[in-house]
């Protein structure tokens, strides 16, 4: 997970570089088998990229909104966990 460690300088957005699996394919597959919309690439930040360590595969992004339930933020962990452990046993 990019960003800060302390929850009082985030937002509702996480970015994620999946080190071990193609961010793309992650992306792709999220939306595919489990009608999960992430967005991944550089978004519209390249050098910020550059920063992090990221460019140029860039992140995948995350977002919540005051109404995204537990239920369903539940939902995109366990989807992520499956995909991992997917790409883990290839």
Do not use: W
């Not at 933020?73 to 883990?88: F, R």
């Amino acid at each position: 997970m990019l960003g800060s460690d302390d929850p009082v300088n985030r937002v509702g957005v996480v970015s994620v570089d999946f080190l071990c699996a193609d961010n793309a394919e992650m992306t792709f597959r999220l939306e595919r088998e489990y009608g999960i919309q992430t967005r991944c690439g550089l978004h519209c930040a390249p050098l910020a990229h550059k920063t992090l360590g990221t460019f140029p595969q860039g992140a995948v992004r995350f977002s919540v909104g005051p109404f995204t339930t537990f239920e369903e933020l539940d939902y995109v962990h366990g989807a992520v966990y499956d995909l991992l452990l997917e790409v883990g046993n290839q």
